[in-house]
């Protein structure tokens, strides 16, 4: 039995905490990258432009194949 990680790449994302609440599960991750590309221009840059939170409602967070 194989399973999906929880967050889409492990290698590229650190999990700095994670709390249980009945009705949620709250992962906070930061980049493990020392660069990310402009997503217009695709220039490299080394600092934080802005942060915001996504929100996975109503999605599987596991897939299992057998």
């Not at 929880?6 to 906070?28: F, S």
């Not at 020392?34 to 929100?55: D, E, G, K, L, M």
Request: net charge positive; charged share 15%; hydrophobic share 45%.
């Amino acid at each position: 039995m194989t399973s999906a990680a929880l967050l889409p790449d492990p290698n590229m994302l650190h999990l700095l905490h994670l709390e249980a609440e009945p009705q949620r599960i709250t992962a906070v991750v930061i980049t493990t990258a020392p660069t990310a590309p402009c997503p217009v221009c695709q220039f490299p840059s080394n600092r934080v432009h802005s942060r915001y939170q996504r929100i996975a409602a109503d999605l599987p967070w596991m897939f299992l194949r057998k």
